[in-house]
């Protein structure tokens, strides 16, 4: 979903609901003051659901995910087994995760996997956020971030290391120059041909919006009709 129709879409909604009387004092307030803001999700990822192509899994949850390599270095891993008799991890809500098999790969060798792009051309400036969950538990393995700007990769810091021995949430603010509409997102996995592997879930992107004075103040004026907000 674009980021400013979900954001437009929630300030047509918050205004919707009112009645005449509370929307006038509103919308006075609001375009006065054009504070008040929405956070909102941009793009999100369970790993609940994979798909095997070409012999190589992927996620298949309606994001198209990428992979660098055709085999199977990233996997899905679940509570019920784990790949190359590799331990489970615990900790967590939910069933499935994105893992990196390091015994599968040589010691020294990165693999990485990457999200579809995403829109952040419209967020409120150096309000962009990535959140997601870890885990890692012993060796020299670790993961890299690194953000897609339009034009080039940049590793984020800090690099994940091991020391994880159950999934934790992890934050990655996204600034300038990644407000872009075609942000991307790579988890480059570091191997150590050890006997542990890397988890990641819940993957969420996530940003305020405007204010909705912003919006309404760029309308036509209907707002019966969210086709003529601003963006």
Request: negative net charge.
């Amino acid at each position: 979903m674009k980021t400013n129709f979900t954001c437009r879409f929630y300030a047509y909604s918050f205004l919707k609901t009112r009645s005449a009387v509370s929307l006038f004092i509103a919308l006075v307030a609001l375009v006065v003051a054009g504070q008040v803001t929405a956070q909102t999700t941009l793009f999100y990822e369970s790993f609940e659901n994979w798909s095997t192509a070409s012999g190589y899994e992927l996620p298949n949850n309606g994001n198209v995910w990428t992979a660098e390599s055709t085999v199977n270095f990233w996997m899905e891993g679940d509570n019920i087994y784990s790949n190359a008799g590799q331990p489970n991890y615990s900790g967590h809500c939910c069933g499935g995760w994105a893992e990196f098999d390091t015994y599968w790969t040589n010691s020294g060798q990165d693999w990485y996997i990457q999200t579809p792009t995403i829109d952040l051309s419209n967020i409120s400036s150096g309000t962009g956020q990535l959140t997601f969950y870890y885990a890692n538990s012993n060796g020299s393995d670790n993961l890299t971030i690194q953000f897609y700007n339009g034009t080039s990769w940049v590793n984020q810091t800090p690099v994940l290391p091991s020391g994880y021995s159950t999934f934790t949430l992890r934050t990655y603010n996204i600034t300038s120059p990644f407000e872009t509409s075609n942000f991307k997102i790579r988890f480059l996995g570091y191997s150590d041909y050890g006997t542990s592997n890397i988890g990641v879930d819940e993957v969420t992107v996530s940003a305020t919006c405007p204010s909705f004075a912003t919006y309404y103040s760029k309308s036509t004026g209907n707002l019966n009709d969210l086709s003529t907000w601003g963006s």
